[in-house]
């Protein structure tokens, strides 16, 4: 395949002189009208420091809350793709019960707020029924390699049961989209595919898992990849429950050095950085999957 070369329009030359004289603009405006002194040395002190006992440089404040926000998607992800499978099969379902439970679930959460479900998941879940089975003693009972291995994948033993709230919170809110995605993939298959499944008689489940499903992964898969683009960027709004992810780090780091734009264009970097890396992978996927699918044509 011959590798297409990037042309910049006249169009495109404008569109970037007009962004950088706007940028330009905006830091005039600052610096004049704010009398803001920029400081952007003492940002890198926040991404990494030394740490003299370990005779090494560590992430910081910046840093440790970007891998605070890989993890909770990551695992919101997960536990939004097991929630959204069983809830797109309940939609497609034959029975009325089942798609009722599902076509219910997609439009209550869809309907609702992020904010309102972070607070009730946090109140309702992680204060009351989270101590009333024990999640806090758990954790304190754990110890060594365990407690090491729990931190290192979740987060801190003292935050595990607030970190729990907010990534069930992004997972129920994630898995209502989808539901929709593994909805629409199934779906998507030819009815032929369905009557020939019939043909052989296989039963519903076995038509699923053996003929619907393997065609259906494959359009499911690039919206799957950039639903989890969408969790990065919702996993901001956990913040206002004290979850120490970047948006958090940063309101901290904001309200104590009085940086304020110097620490957000940083964040909004590393944001673009998690989610552009993203995005070239979801391309790659769909260009490998493209492949395959004219390999077997």
């Known amino acids: 395949m011959r590798r297409k070369h990037v042309k910049i329009t006249r169009l ?23 009398n ?17 006992q370990a005779d090494r440089w560590v992430p910081n404040v910046l840093i440790t809350g970007l891998m605070m926000t890989i993890r ?22 034959a029975s009325l019960f089942n798609r009722l439970i599902g076509s219910t679930y997609v439009e209550i959460i869809r309907n609702l707020p992020p904010l309102v479900l972070v607070f009730i998941f946090y ?4 204060d009351q029924i989270f101590p009333a089975i024990g999640i806090d003693r758990l954790m304190s009972a754990t110890s ?6 729990i931190e290192f994948l979740f987060a801190p033993s003292a935050l595990f049961p607030t970190f729990l709230a907010a990534l069930l919170t992004l997972a129920i809110f994630e898995g209502a989209y989808i539901t929709e995605i593994v909805r629409a ?34 359009q499911i898969l690039p919206p799957l990849a950039g639903q989890f683009i969408s969790t990065i960027k919702d996993s901001a709004i956990v913040s206002v429950i004290s979850i120490q992810e970047l948006t958090f780090q940063g309101m901290e780091l904001m309200a104590t050095t009085y940086m304020t734009f110097e620490i957000w ?16 992978v979801v391309e790659r996927l769909e260009i490998y999957l ?3 699918d004219a390999a077997t044509h």
């Open 123 to 126: 109140y309702f879940i992680g």
């Open 36 to 52: 803001y002194k920029w400081n952007w040395g003492a940002i890198p002190q926040y991404l990494f420091r030394f740490d003299p």
């Open 72 to 93: 909770l998607s990551f695992w919101a992800t997960v536990l939004a793709t097991i929630i959204g499978t069983l809830m797109g099969l309940s939609r497609v379902s």
């Open 290 to 292: 493209r492949r395959g």
């Open 265 to 280: 264009i940083t964040i909004t970097v590393l944001y673009l950085l998690l989610t552009l890396t993203c995005s070239l």
């Open 185 to 218: 993939g199934i779906q998507s298959i030819e009815k032929g595919q369905w009557e020939a499944a019939d043909a052989l008689g296989l039963s519903k489940s076995q038509r699923l898992r053996h003929i619907i499903l393997p065609q259906a992964v494959k």
């Open 12 to 34: 495109d030359g404008t569109v970037i002189l007009i962004a950088a004289i706007i940028a330009v603009y905006l830091v005039y405006r600052i610096e004049a009208e704010l």
């Open 144 to 149: 060594g390699f365990t407690r090491g291995l």
